[in-house]
């Protein structure tokens, strides 16, 4: 009897505790419900108002028990105890996430909810407050300098979702539903009108979730979308073996780690690897991108595989123009970040991929290389041309098992080369796989083409090309800066400890003590953790601080040398870009700098990984006479002009298409 007494009191203790939470949760939800107006300037309820009732795309029909009653107990009873069985992990991520970071735990997105209302959709911020509020996270410049630590860890593990519950909570969403579209996703929202998924509850995971094996294109994730209306609405029982189908499916899911898609484009496919993206970044590229209803026979499509876009848009868009030109369609398989715009603006069709570039996961690389064959699969392209170490490897595998044309550039070794190692062990056979029998293998320099010939890694299908180029137009000659005591030398280039950021700061330390007006400028964005010793640098007066800048030229046009001290390079652009302006070099003495510069007449070099070296060469600059700085950047231009011309790229890309002079 006693115990029996213990347990019912412990019973109302628990039904106490459960009632108290239900009536604060309710209080807050109402409290905090979204405001009035924000369905203010909808255009989807505009445009409803203006089509006549009989529509096919505004038929209503009398919800079943299950959608009216019981499927929003479930989903506010289930919302409930989730949350307070989660709270501890709640407050746990909260206060990582201001401690990393101080400001608002959680952000906002709106989303078009039932009968295509507005509602706001809940998320743990992941972003940096410092982050510019008016620009989209794909048009940021390396938007991955703006999330925080904690950030890349939730957004790593979905956890960034999990307020959502509080908006299943709110009524807001289900747990099984169509995934709600962005406010101004109007190509989905369209096609779901069709199929009146858009008079439904939007869901946590859907029945399109579940079933993305294949490539979902925005009709397509209507369209099952459409089925999970249809059988919501024909009984409580279709519509509970529905849900119960999707609920149970999503776990099926994330145990295979094939990952919930989450927003309303379907791009990102499940067989392409389980490459995940955020909702509005896929709405946008599928936006961008225009209707893809392209040629089926493949007798146009080129493919450029690489791991940033800026290995295209900054060095290889004269050949992408020019294939444009030429009447190629051309499509662009890359990390998803700056320059989306213009690149799509040209006309080209692109495709975001996951690429760690330093990562040596294995299951994370056989995603690649699955993502790559479906690609190939898909766009049936006349050649894939691939740059750098990731693309090259896992796409020349790709193209074999597909049988489509691959052409390599191999436009460095790469750290893990350069340094030897375990990782060297691991990628020179992975290069002799994936270069094994491609159609051509590029080279940038004889240092790294002696290497793969060394290893075995080619054959006789390589040629050697003047790097990237450089676009002499673009690039044009700027006359010499005024004579001055303070000497502007600028580094341009991500920062890092292989571009020799330590060994820059060092040596702008020493040259300051005997020259303390000569200026250290650097331009670039953080490869490695380097924010706190560039910010010390700053406030100590070492050096000048700008983030990465889509033009660089300007900045070349005011500095009198350009410093490189890279460790190693396939062909350092930089140092083409400020030779064509008609700047002195001064770069380390390494393959892929050596070549950009002659000794004494139009550059200097100095040791690699040396803080002294660099420093006795900056001195050497300094000390050399107004006249001969001058003199040395009009035959820097001279030989860009000779050797370097980008053009020449271009043609052996063209002659690298099966059938182009035909």
Request: glycine share 8%.
């Given at each position: ?204 995971s859907g029945l399109a979730q579940i079933n993305g094996r294949d490539e979902l294109e925005i009709c397509e994730k209507a369209r099952i979308d459409g089925i999970y209306a249809k059988a919501l609405r024909k009984s409580s029982i279709s519509g509970f073996i529905m849900d119960a189908k999707c609920f149970f499916g999503t776990f099926s899911s994330v145990l295979k780690s094939e990952g919930v898609v989450e927003g309303g484009t379907g791009e990102m496919e499940k067989n392409m690897g389980s490459m995940e993206y955020d909702s509005e970044l896929k709405a946008y590229i599928d936006c961008k991108n225009g209707v893809r ?370």
């Open positions: 009897m006693e115990n029996s007494g213990k347990k019912k009191n412990k019973l109302i203790k628990v039904l106490l505790f459960l009632a108290a939470s239900y009536i604060g949760l309710d209080y807050l939800a109402k409290k905090k419900e979204d405001s009035k107006d924000i369905d203010d300037n909808n255009q989807y309820l505009e445009e409803a108002k203006t089509k006549h009732k009989s529509s096919k795309f505004l038929i209503s029909q009398d919800e079943t028990l299950y959608v009216s009653v019981i499927k929003p107990l479930i989903g506010r009873f289930g919302a409930l105890i989730a949350l307070i069985l989660l709270s501890p992990l709640f407050a746990a991520i909260s206060f990582a996430i201001y401690i990393d970071d101080p400001g608002p735990i959680f952000f906002t997105q709106k989303r078009v909810g039932k009968n295509k209302h507005f509602f706001s959709l809940h998320k743990f911020r992941s972003m940096k407050m410092s982050t510019p509020h008016d620009v989209p996270t794909h048009q940021l410049s390396n938007p991955d300098q703006y999330i925080t630590r904690v950030g890349a860890f939730l957004r790593k593990s979905s956890l960034d979702e999990l307020p959502q519950l509080w908006d299943i909570w709110r009524g807001k969403i289900a747990f099984c539903g169509p995934r709600p579209a962005l406010w101004n996703q109007d190509d989905l929202v369209a096609e779901r009108d069709k199929y009146h998924a858009n008079d439904i509850l939007p869901g946590l209803n392209r040629s089926i026979d493949g007798d146009n499509r080129v493919l450029f595989i690489c791991n940033h876009v800026i290995g295209i848009y900054n060095f290889r868009l004269e050949i992408v123009e020019r294939m444009l030109d030429e009447g190629y369609e051309v499509h662009i398989c890359c990390p998803a970040l700056e320059h989306i715009d213009e690149v799509i603006g040209l006309g080209c069709v692109f495709h975001p991929i996951t690429i760690d570039r330093h990562g040596m996961n294995p299951f994370e690389d056989i995603k690649i290389y699955q993502h790559y064959k479906k690609l190939f699969k898909q766009i049936k392209p006349l050649v894939v041309f691939g740059l750098t170490i990731k693309p090259n490897i896992y796409g020349g595998v790709a193209a074999k098992r597909v049988g489509v044309p691959f052409v390599a550039n191999v436009t460095g070794l790469g750290t893990s080369i350069e340094d030897g190692g375990l990782k060297a062990k691991i990628i020179v056979p992975l290069y002799k796989f994936g270069l094994k029998n491609v159609q051509k293998v590029f080279f940038q320099n004889e240092a790294n083409l002696e290497f793969m010939r060394k290893n075995g890694i080619v054959g006789d299908n390589y040629e050697l090309l003047p790097g990237s180029g450089v676009n002499l137009s673009k690039h044009t000659f700027e006359e010499y800066p005024e004579d001055t005591d303070k000497l502007l030398f600028t580094t341009i280039g991500r920062v890092m400890k292989d571009k020799g950021t330590d060994e820059l700061l060092e040596a702008a330390k020493i040259v300051k003590k005997s020259y303390p007006d000569v200026r250290f400028r650097m331009i670039g964005f953080f490869d490695d953790d380097y924010e706190e010793k560039i910010d010390a640098a700053v406030n100590e007066g070492i050096i000048e601080y700008i983030p990465q800048q889509a033009d660089i030229h300007p900045f070349m046009k005011e500095t009198h040398a350009v410093i490189h001290p890279s460790y190693h390079e396939g062909m350092s652009n930089v140092c083409l870009e400020a030779a064509a302006t008609g700047r002195v070099i001064l770069a380390s003495n390494i393959p892929g700098c050596r070549e950009t510069f002659d000794e004494g007449i139009t550059g200097y070099g100095f040791e690699a990984k040396s803080a002294e070296s660099l420093a006795e060469t900056v001195i050497k600059f300094i000390e050399t006479s107004y006249e001969k700085k001058v003199e040395m950047g009009k035959k820097a231009r001279i030989k860009m002009e000779q050797n370097f011309n980008r053009e020449i790229c271009v043609e052996k890309y063209l002659h690298e298409i099966p059938g182009y002079f035909n």
